[in-house]
């Protein structure tokens, strides 16, 4: 039912509650507050319901998470909606979108905690018009909403308009301004500002216009004009109404749009703490209040300190803790998982945030986070019922994660306490190369290493530090600790023997998840980039030989495993592989020795299980990719190259002319479909000879080893070679390590398809959702 709260004739805030945090229940809910804005625009003004899009942007390379509740609209604002679908009928749309700035060109992230304002998962509350209504009804149906139905005092709110801009030809927003004035805005509250606060563009060319911003002041009984855009949290933006009335041409001038817009958000976060007032906090609010007290906290209760009165960050801890689970279950749920690039790459830096924060600050158990996700599906599962139903799945990944991380944080812990032991350390100031080992090696945030350190009364040499991202950055790979023919030699002459490395393949499918074997070795032999040696002092850059290893070195077109290892003898100490690479029979393990290495020293190596399992993902994806170009565009289609890294695939082939645009979708469904049936992926070692008899087989021109392994989706290799199929598959030579089912791909987003040269093609591809559920043995 839609229930009007109307101000009391004093002007009181009969809408306005006690301060939630007591436990008792708020008089006017976050979800009443969610519902009242959706039935105003419904129900009064004709806008159609559309729910909140996943935060995982379909088919928009541009953005890492929907980050505002216009991303789902763009082709209706750009005009490329197909005329056949239903959103093309929308005029007055009204939603409540799931919005996600933790990265790209909105990121929030280091606000996050410190003020109490920004989230990186917070929803936007929107009304839009597609060629309706304009500025006039816009204001006024916010103000109304605003004002007589959630009952907030006018003298509470200013409002922004844009107050021109000569140098590029635009004029103030008088209309707007006018509009205001009319509605009763007092001249005093109603402040012009420029470009930067006041006009929107969608990107360098595109819908574009002026916006007019409504911010409250939660002081109030005073003229705080001069606080609206100066970043105080007592003065905070609430709503922002955008007004495309220009399209933006490529020579960037401006042509009216045929069709003017109205594209509104409101944080809900923002209003509820307005609503539900008392303190300016969106954290005391039913949206977070139940999650604030189910953290298991031993650092005392949430005191909703900031800054300086939050010395020991205890209060900060508990908000960013509150921030990120919500993040981590919405986008788990929308199938964005912690992984090595783009969306998934912030993620797991969020997870990797709020562990360390749960459990090195508020001295929380382990499993603290993930217990705190049916939480989360209580407070917003009714309205997304997707957390409801994902709650099991995202405890699970969250729980693997944090074990994952903690045992790097406590390595980085330690390695942070021996170097401040060390009698060569300069006292205050951290050693740059250190800090940027526990980012590269262990996956610390740069942040979280900064925090750490400020924490123990240190900092990092930020000049140093910044040299050396910067070199890590030319440089990209470093050179490689390669063994000349001189040292091959060697090895063979001592009689060392050749690396066994078959454990890169002895990983399996437990319960859904994939499991990799742990692996000991011996270091057999140490190469310093001239000639062999028997040890190696800290520092120094070389080349380490073991006996046994479950690295995938680098070949057949897929990166190397990337991890570390240990010492028996200093478990502390991560030693970073950072290449891996084979030669005459020896896996060499780059590293740069983080201590002293001898010959014989026992190792514990350590693989990095996500990077991997990315790698297996885009390995397996190359080979359904292979399979469907030749599907569609037929046998002529050859393999020129690929290559497979954690965070895309690159495919060159041989083909007539540039794919059309059905053949690409073609070729997008059939890999698809191959995913969604989920097949076995079959491998089996067999001599070249017979390899090659396989119809159908796959070869690129590369030398193959004898035997080799040959790989092959749904159909079992032995049925392959004895003929007992005639089914067309997917069946390669190939030396890489591959997912067990196709599922596991998830889902396969072909980014880029051009032409390289004459008659040889290039496509680029992502996948999306990586299968982050990796567990040690
Ligand atoms: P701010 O300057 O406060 O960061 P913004 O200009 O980035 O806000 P818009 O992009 O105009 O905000 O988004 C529309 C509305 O969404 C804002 O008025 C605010 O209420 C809400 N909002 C924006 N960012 C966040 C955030 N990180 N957390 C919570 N609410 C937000
Ligand atoms: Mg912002």
Redesign the pocket.
């Known amino acids: 039912m839609f229930r009007l709260l109307l101000r009391g004739p004093s002007g009181c805030r009969s809408a306005h509650l006690a301060r939630s945090f007591s436990g008792s229940p708020p008089e006017l809910p976050a979800t009443r507050v969610r519902s009242i804005f959706v039935e105003f625009f419904r129900q009064r003004h004709g806008h159609r319901v559309v729910p909140s899009s996943p935060v995982r942007p379909r088919g928009d390379p541009s953005l890492l998470f929907v980050?505002?509740g216009m991303n789902q609209f763009k082709p209706i604002l750009l005009g490329t909606v197909d005329p056949r679908s239903e959103m093309s009928s929308y005029r007055r749309v009204v939603n409540s979108q799931k919005?996600v700035?933790a990265g790209g060109k909105?990121n929030?992230l280091e606000?996050?905690g410190r003020d109490l304002?920004?989230?990186?998962f917070?929803e936007?509350l929107g009304n839009w018009s597609f060629g309706d209504y304009f500025k006039e009804e816009a204001c006024r149906m916010a103000w109304s909403l605003l004002t007589e139905h959630y009952g907030i005092p006018a003298d509470r709110l200013y409002v922004s308009y844009f107050a021109g801009d000569a140098p590029s030809g635009l004029p103030a927003d008088e209309e707007t301004r006018h509009v205001w004035l009319d509605i009763g805005v007092p001249p005093g509250r109603l402040l012009p500002f420029g470009l930067k606060?006041n006009f929107?563009e969608m990107g360098d060319s595109g819908p574009c216009g002026p916006?007019t911003?409504?911010h409250y002041d939660h002081v109030g009984g005073r003229d705080a004009s001069a606080l609206v855009?100066a970043?105080s949290p007592e003065v905070?933006?609430?709503?922002?109404l955008?007004f495309m009335q220009y399209n933006r041409e490529v020579d960037h001038s401006l042509r009216l749009l045929p069709h003017f817009s109205v594209d509104t958000?409101?944080?809900?976060?923002?209003?509820v703490s307005v609503l539900q007032g008392g303190t300016r906090s969106?954290y005391d609010t039913d949206l977070f209040t139940p999650l604030l007290h189910a953290i298991q906290s031993r650092a005392g209760p949430y005191g909703g300190r900031t800054g300086a009165a939050d010395a020991a960050k205890v209060d900060m801890a508990y908000r960013v803790v509150a921030d990120h689970v919500r993040t981590l279950s919405v986008c788990i749920a929308d199938g964005v998982h912690p992984g090595m690039s783009g969306a998934e790459l912030v993620l797991r830096r969020i997870l990797r945030r709020a562990v360390r924060f749960c459990i090195e600050v508020l001295r929380a158990p382990r499993g603290a986070l993930a217990s705190l996700v049916p939480t989360v599906s209580h407070i917003l599962g009714d309205v997304y019922p997707e957390l409801h139903r994902e709650a099991d799945r995202i405890m699970d990944i969250v729980n693997e994660n944090e074990a994952h991380f903690l045992s790097s944080l406590q390595q980085g812990s330690r390695l942070i306490h021996r170097t401040l032991s060390r009698k060569d350390y300069k006292h205050g100031v951290f050693p740059a190369a250190v800090a940027w080992s526990l980012h590269r090696d262990l996956g610390f945030p740069l942040d979280l290493v900064d925090l750490m350190l400020e924490e123990r009364g240190v900092q990092v040499d930020h000049q140093e530090l910044d040299r050396l991202i910067a070199e890590n950055h030319q440089s990209g790979v470093r050179s490689q600790v390669t063994l000349d023919v001189v040292s091959l030699a060697e090895l063979r002459r001592l009689g060392v023997p050749h690396t066994d490395d078959s454990l890169k393949y002895k990983y399996g499918l437990e319960r859904d998840r994939y499991v990799f074997p742990a692996c000991r070795a011996t270091v057999l032999a140490l190469y310093d980039g001239k000639t062999l040696v028997s040890d190696i002092s800290e520092g120094q850059r070389c080349g380490v030989i073991l006996d046994r290893t479950c690295f995938y070195s680098e070949q057949g077109g897929q990166s190397h495993d990337q991890g570390y290892f240990t010492r028996d003898s200093l478990q502390d100490v991560p030693y970073p592989v950072e290449a891996v690479v084979r030669e005459g029979g020896y896996v060499v393990h780059q590293v740069t020795a983080a201590d002293s290495l001898r010959t014989g020293d026992q190792v514990q190596l350590n693989l990095d299980q996500v990077h991997r399992l990315s790698c297996m993902v885009k390995h397996t994806a190359t080979h359904i990719l292979n399979f469907a170009l030749r599907e569609v565009l037929g046998l002529s289609v050859q393999q020129r190259g690929s290559h497979v890294s954690a965070d895309r695939l690159r495919f060159d082939f041989t083909v007539k002319a540039p794919l059309s645009v059905s053949q690409l979708q073609q070729v997008d469904r059939c890999v698809n479909d191959i995913i969604s049936a989920n097949h076995v992926v079959h491998s089996q070692e067999l001599p070249l000879q017979s390899a090659r008899s396989i119809e159908g087989l796959r070869t690129v021109d590369e030398v193959y080893p004898d035997p080799v392994r040959v790989v092959s989706v749904a159909v079992p290799v032995s049925d392959l070679l004895a003929g007992r199929t005639d089914r067309r598959t997917s069946v390669e030579l190939c030396c890489g390590t591959h997912l067990l089912r196709t599922g596991d791909v998830q889902d396969l987003l072909i980014v880029s398809e051009r032409q390289m040269a004459k008659g040889v093609s290039r496509m680029v591809a992502v996948t999306g959702r990586e299968a982050a559920q990796v567990r040690m043995e």
């Open positions: 980050n505002a919005c700035r909105h929030d606000d996050v304002y920004h989230h990186t917070f936007m606060e929107w916006c911003e409504i855009n970043d905070v933006e609430i709503w922002n955008v958000g409101m944080g809900l976060e923002r209003l969106n």
